[in-house]
């Protein structure tokens, strides 16, 4: 904290107030943002049940914001987004509830799309090279692979 001056428990709420309040925000984050303000760890902690009881801060309605977000703007598959949640320290109850969010036919909608549109990409390339490229990217998109495999049949990718 050098050159940066600490603030008081009261102007860290506010801030922290405006901070979840532009954006839903994980424990982990707040917490983070707080001691960059210069609060000792009593203080973070008050200030985060504080957040908590006035709804500024709630983890499922992160998770489920989260899940749904990058599913529908990245097109991330549930592995991958479970391993961010899992990075920012969201409970195994809030990742498995905002997964069950993202529904069934658009996942695999989504997945095949993925997938249709990367092979037509891979024209250039060959056989048994273009189907595990294929696959590669659809592996680090985070889908299960046996539902890559599955799509990857449906589409007639497979050589």
Not at 40 to 67: C, H, M, P
Not at 101 to 114: A, C, F, R
């Amino acid at each position: 904290m050098i050159g940066k001056q600490r603030l008081t428990r009261e102007q860290a709420l506010q801030k922290a107030r405006h901070y979840c309040a532009y954006q839903e925000r994980c424990h982990t984050e707040v917490r983070d943002k707080l001691y960059s303000f210069g609060l000792w760890k009593n203080e973070v902690e008050e200030t985060l049940s504080g957040l908590v009881e006035e709804d500024y801060l709630n983890e499922e309605r992160f998770a489920i914001q989260f899940a749904g977000g990058h599913f529908r703007m990245k097109q991330w598959g549930r592995v991958k987004i479970r391993y961010e949640l899992k990075q920012k320290r969201v409970s195994e109850y809030c990742i498995k509830k905002a997964l069950k969010e993202i529904g069934e036919e658009d996942y695999l909608k989504s997945l095949e799309e993925l997938a249709k549109k990367k092979w037509e990409a891979l024209k250039g390339d060959e056989g048994f090279a273009r189907y595990g490229k294929l696959q590669d990217y659809l592996m680090r998109k985070g889908y299960e692979p046996d539902l890559i495999r599955e799509t990857i049949k449906a589409i007639n990718a497979i050589p």
